[in-house]
Each structure stands twice: as C-alpha cells, then as structure tokens.
C-alpha cells in the first residue's frame, strides 16, 4: 500500500502516521485536513454522516462504493456545520438519482469545506484499520498534481489523536435554544410539536437534529442548553426529564465538566435518558470507567441484545470509546451488549429512572429498531409525573 512518487494523474492523496500514501483523485474542496481514520459501513446516509457531530476529529472511509446516489439535499443534516473533516471513497463520487435530491454531493462537499479522496482500495484500508487500530492521516486534495508529503507526515505524526481530547465545546451550542421539530413524514416533510407534554432539558454534547425530533414526537417541550451547562442551569427550566446527547472525543475529558452536572441530575432522582457520549459519561458518573476501542463501532448494520427483554435489534453506531462494563458499581444493571464483540451497548439504574444506551436509536442513517427507547424515557417521566 506504501508509495513514494505520485502516479500520473493522481490528483489527491491520503497521508498515514507510519508513512504509507495512498493516492486518488481529489473530491470535493481542495487543500487538506488531519484527523483519525475510521470506516463506517453505511449503505447510505453519507450526508447525515459527514454531519454528525460525533465525527469530529474524524476522516470516514466510506465501506460502500456508490456513494453519492441520493444526492445531497437541505434537509439531511445533522447540525448546521460539518462535523467530519474528510472522507475517502472506493469509485468516484455517483451521479444523484433521487427524487429528493437538491444537488450533487461533489458540490455539497465543495460547499462545506470538506476534503475528500476516490479510488483508494477501500477494503484494504478497512482491513488495515481493523487489525491494526485507526490511524492518524492527512487527506490532501491538490488538483495541480504538487504534494508535499513529507509535510503531511510529519503533520499526522505531530497530531495527537482524540484520547485526551474533548471536542464536545467545538460542536456544542453556545446559547440556549428551543427545539418543536418532529421526525420527516412521507408528504408533509418535517413537522412541529403542537400539544407539548413533557418538558426536557438536552444537554448538547454533539446532539444530532434527528434525536431532537424523536423527542419532540413523543410530546417533549425540548430545551437544548450547552455542553457546559451547570446543573442549576438546567433545573432552572424545571424539566420534567433530562437527555444527555451523543458527541466526539474523550468522555473523560469532556467529563472533567459534565460530570460534576451528571452527578447533580442523578441526585435529583429525575428521569434520564443518555445516547452514546451521554451514555459513556452518565458512567462516569456512576463511578464507571471508559476506554479507548481499537476500530471503534460505526455503521447502520450493528446486533445488539436488549438483555432486559432478549430481542436482538439492527443498530445504527458511531463511537471510538466505550463503557467498561466490569467497572460498573451494583447499582448499575447493564441492559445491551454488542453481538459483534460483547461490548457494552447500555445500562440503567436498579433505583433511578435512568437509562443510556451506546448506540444511535433516533437512526439517521440506520434502522429504526430502537425508537422504542424515546416511548421508554417518556413513560418514565409520566411515571415520575404521577
């Protein structure tokens, strides 16, 4: 996979730590951007990914070859900005063929700023990850055909990985805001929450657009506050329940301010409902452990078992960090596992309407086996209610 001098033609290039370059053609924004390499096996949902703000930090390989097939459209976005920093593709990016697309993804990358490479032996790459752990890289995109590689590699090399790196401030909002936008529906398109019965206050690590509307559908009043937001912030609002969202980075490092918050909700025995980074720093919280994975989780084609009702359920994952299940206290039930590779995938409390699960159940890209979790967290606020 290593080669030193540029192929004729070769209009882009991906730059490891260890020194391997892989050449391409250049899509979408010219320049470069450094982050850590991952692959995600999605089928679809390409937009939805590039704007997740959990991929932060973060250049996907795409396991998929036709990518660009749907088109890009205004409404599939995750939050206002790219969270990603690149992308990597088998096959030139498709020509949209969808009644719902706006314009060509080549163009919405270019749009965003976003940098990315075609014609990489993606299975080569995944394979790579897969054995050896995510590497660091720098995706360049030069349509003069001039590389500085050596450059690039001693940038990939200087770049210290996301362990330690709390990125949840990059992504998060910075004000307050209310959210009444329910979930697409096939003829009308998105919706807005009209009779509201609950009020919960999210705590906006990375919060996807989508799990705001799978809780405005289930009669959530929803309040989105800060990543840095106090407990006195949030009980200010007198919610009814609280949500932790997802995110990018360390939870541990975003934990040296969240979880002091954390600990202050649980004390006030209010129902609550984490998602992915809220999963793993509601452990934290706990008294619970996190850790680095080695290739991480992320696609829409991931087993877990409920092991609280033993159906198994087709998810959709994103994240590098998981909970350690075995530093979990007593109190502490763990409720999912992965079937791929045993990992923690969610818990609750014995004694608290409190929840998390690891995985993406609002979807987006994805199935939707999980929604059940947004009626579960809402049951648990009429419970409390009554």
């Given at each position: ?264 909700l649980l004390d006030t025995g209010l129902p609550i409902f984490g998602i992915c980074l809220g999963h793993q720093m509601l452990a934290l919280a706990l008294g619970g452990q996190t850790g ?95």
């Open positions: 996979m290593t080669h030193t001098a540029p192929p004729p033609g070769a209009t882009a290039a991906l730059v490891l730590a260890d020194g391997t370059v892989l050449w391409g053609r250049g899509i979408g924004a010219t320049g470069k951007a450094i982050g850590e390499v991952c692959f995600n096996t999605s089928m679809t949902g390409y937009q939805e990914i590039m704007t997740d703000p959990s991929y932060a930090g973060q250049i996907v390989t795409f396991t998929f070859p036709h990518i660009g097939n749907v088109g890009a459209n205004p409404e599939d976005v995750e939050t206002g900005t790219t969270a990603a920093r690149g992308l990597v593709l088998r096959d030139d990016i498709t020509e949209p063929s969808n009644w719902r697309a706006a314009r060509d993804f080549d163009d919405w990358l270019q749009s965003f700023g976003l940098v990315g490479i075609a014609g990489v032996d993606t299975r080569a790459l995944t394979r790579r990850i897969r054995d050896a752990g995510a590497p660091t890289g720098v995706v360049i995109h030069a349509p003069d055909g001039v590389f500085d590689i050596g450059a690039a590699l001693a940038e990939a090399q200087a770049w210290p990985g996301l362990e330690g790196m709390d990125l949840a401030k990059d992504v998060s909002c910075t004000q307050t805001y209310h959210w009444d936008q329910t979930r697409w529906e096939h003829g009308s398109g998105y919706g807005a929450l009209e009779n509201p019965k609950r009020k919960v206050v999210a705590i906006d690590f990375g919060a996807k657009r989508n799990i705001l509307r799978c809780l405005a559908s289930t009669g959530c009043d929803v309040t989105v506050m800060p990543a840095t937001a106090t407990a006195e912030d949030v009980l200010s609002h007198n919610p009814d329940g609280v949500f932790l969202a997802n995110g990018p980075g360390d939870p541990a490092a975003t934990g040296t301010y969240a979880v002091p918050t954390i600990k202050a680095k994975m080695a290739r991480g989780h992320r696609g829409a084609n991931h087993p877990v078992k409920d092991l609280t009702t033993g159906k198994v359920e087709i998810t959709s994952q994103n994240h590098g960090f998981q909970v350690l299940a075995e530093s979990l206290p007593d109190t502490v039930e763990v409720t999912h596992v992965s079937l791929f590779d045993g990992s923690n995938e969610g818990l609750r409390l014995k004694d608290r309407p409190v929840f998390s699960v690891q995985y993406h159940p609002e979807a987006s890209p994805g199935p939707q086996d999980s929604h059940y979790l947004f009626q579960r967290f809402v049951d648990l606020i009429d419970a409390q209610k009554r």
